[in-house]
């Protein structure tokens, strides 16, 4: 057993490097009177240097070593970039005591423990909702039973749970280091491949409708199935394993893709942790079932129910899929799915659901009846209402109160004419948080009364329109040193920052707080 998870424990090293990306390495040494830093910059990657002290200084550096010579040791303040993507803002600074270094996150609002725990959570959840699917369930007492008359017991479960953890966990490792978190994040923002899933979790969710079947290959599973049976020792259950994982793919393959969305661009830990919640979840009742094998008489037998819960992801992959048509849709300024189509169809998904579980059991009527509430709880959001509980998935409301500029020169001459301060909004129409703050924040009326002050430049930086999405992007890069959104900054009547950025907040006092005028 020591050395099976002795397999699963030489993953973290992997998972440490791939979470540390530092492409820029700086070095001091004392001159006379004098410190000179030096930095060396990795090939493909260039430096954007902010500032050093309290001095602002906003130069690209492309050769390597740069080196500056100080009258004293102050803190550098820098970003590093390449073709593909930005580190988030670092400081290094210099003292008799030796260097040290505070990188600065802003990760969609999931920032550092916080989220990356919110990803494990949902890829826990994820593989809860996926044992009860007909692809999972029915294998657990036939995968179980065969491990008691096989002599192995809890051994083997305990090894057949490690092993699903492995493959999964090894998954998302794969797309890590493969994509890396900057290429994950172009990737969920990115208004083609949003429409690709889209595509996907459309016909997946016909597929739970009973429409058609969605499968590997048979051969995939036979041959893994044959070998495991002809091979001994932990390599005949890893087999078994990767069986599972073929045999559930039409079960698990959705729930499992929304997750590695959602977890694109936060972290790059967050799709290897995402799986490892996914992982246990499904792995979980393996090793239960071996523990307790009474237990599993006592367990709801394969019936009717699984095609209910089946049907009812249907209707949730069918809303879900929409979240991605919509982004699409706003960065091609498409205005093909405005939001009371959105919620309107998201009334008719849990309506959908309602409708269908009413005559089921007493569980299916609870489900049905907490279905139709939140139909209609959404039935005023089609007039305008905030319907704080989708925030984070339609598309943006309008916020009155505001005088709302989309282009940043024009926003910044607009408040030099009328001797205003300024507030820029880096947003994104993929960013999920960004809705989630412009619900819960933005309009608040305390905040809208706040906001009156201040001339507001609002921009997207996944517009995909004429590069105007680039070009914002570029201009929080360059001139801000950061490259996450929700990213909110304030300038004053010269046109200077004042004070910290704010990065994501649901709190409309927090924001308030950090309001200057």
């Not at 924040?441 to 809208?448: I, R």
Request: with cysteine; aromatic share 14%; net charge negative.
């Amino acid at each position: 057993m020591r050395r099976y998870l002795t397999i699963l424990l030489a993953l973290i090293p992997l998972l440490a490097w791939a979470e540390l990306v530092q492409p820029i390495h700086w070095s001091g040494e004392e001159v006379g009177d004098s410190v000179r830093l030096t930095a060396t910059i990795d090939e493909g990657w260039h430096m954007t240097l902010i500032s050093v002290g309290d001095e602002e200084i906003g130069e690209d550096i492309y050769e390597t070593p740069y080196s500056l010579t100080l009258a004293q040791a102050l803190p550098i303040r820098f970003v590093a970039c390449n073709d593909n993507m930005c580190t988030a803002p670092e400081v290094w600074s210099y003292s008799e005591s030796g260097p040290t270094a505070e990188r600065s996150y802003s990760d969609n609002g999931l920032t550092g423990v916080a989220g990356l725990l919110w990803i494990f959570l949902l890829g826990l959840a994820g593989g809860l909702l996926a044992i009860f699917t007909p692809c999972v369930w029915p294998i657990i007492p036939m995968t179980v039973s065969f491990f008691l008359k096989k002599g192995g017991g809890l051994k083997d479960a305990v090894l057949y749970g490690l092993s699903i953890i492995i493959i999964y966990v090894g998954l998302g490792l794969l797309i890590t280091i493969l994509f890396g978190a900057s290429a994950l994040n172009a990737i969920s923002t990115n208004a083609i491949v949003n429409l690709f899933f889209f595509a996907l979790l459309v016909v997946f969710a016909l597929s739970f409708f009973g429409l058609f079947e969605i499968t590997l290959p048979d051969s995939w599973s036979t041959a893994l199935d044959s070998k495991a049976r002809n091979t001994g020792g932990f390599l005949s259950i890893l087999l078994m394993a990767f069986t599972l994982v073929i045999v559930s793919f039409s079960c698990t393959g959705p729930i499992i893709g929304t997750l590695l969305v959602e977890a694109a661009g936060k972290s790059l830990l967050a799709p290897t942790l995402g799986m490892l919640g996914f992982a246990i979840a499904l792995a979980l009742p393996f090793s239960i079932f071996a523990m307790f094998p009474e237990w599993m008489k006592q367990a709801p037998k394969s019936g009717n129910w699984m095609t209910s819960f089946k049907v009812t992801l249907a209707f949730l992959e069918l809303a879900l899929s929409l979240k991605f048509l919509s982004v699409a849709d706003m960065a091609y300024g498409w205005g093909i799915l405005p939001r009371w189509l959105f919620i309107a169809i998201w009334i008719g998904c849990f309506a959908g659901i309602g409708i269908y579980l009413i005559c089921k059991s007493w569980v299916g009527k609870t489900i049905a009846v907490l279905s139709f509430a939140f139909a209609a709880y959404l039935v005023p959001g089609l007039w305008g209402a905030p319907v704080k509980a989708i925030a984070a998935f339609a598309p943006p409301m309008e916020i009155e109160g505001r005088e709302v500029f989309n282009d940043y020169e024009e926003g910044l001459a607009y408040a030099r004419q009328e001797g205003k301060p300024v507030i820029i909004d880096f947003t994104g129409y993929g960013c999920v948080n960004c809705r989630k703050m412009e619900a819960y924040v933005l309009d608040d009326d305390s905040v809208k009364a706040r906001l009156k002050n201040y001339v507001f430049i609002e921009l997207f930086v996944d517009d995909k329109r004429d590069g105007i999405g680039d070009c914002n992007s570029a201009i929080q890069r360059e001139q801000f040193g950061a490259n996450a959104q929700p990213y909110y900054v304030q300038l004053d009547t010269q046109g200077n920052q004042i004070g910290e950025p704010m990065v994501f907040t649901t709190d409309p006092m927090e924001f308030i707080n950090w309001l200057k005028y």
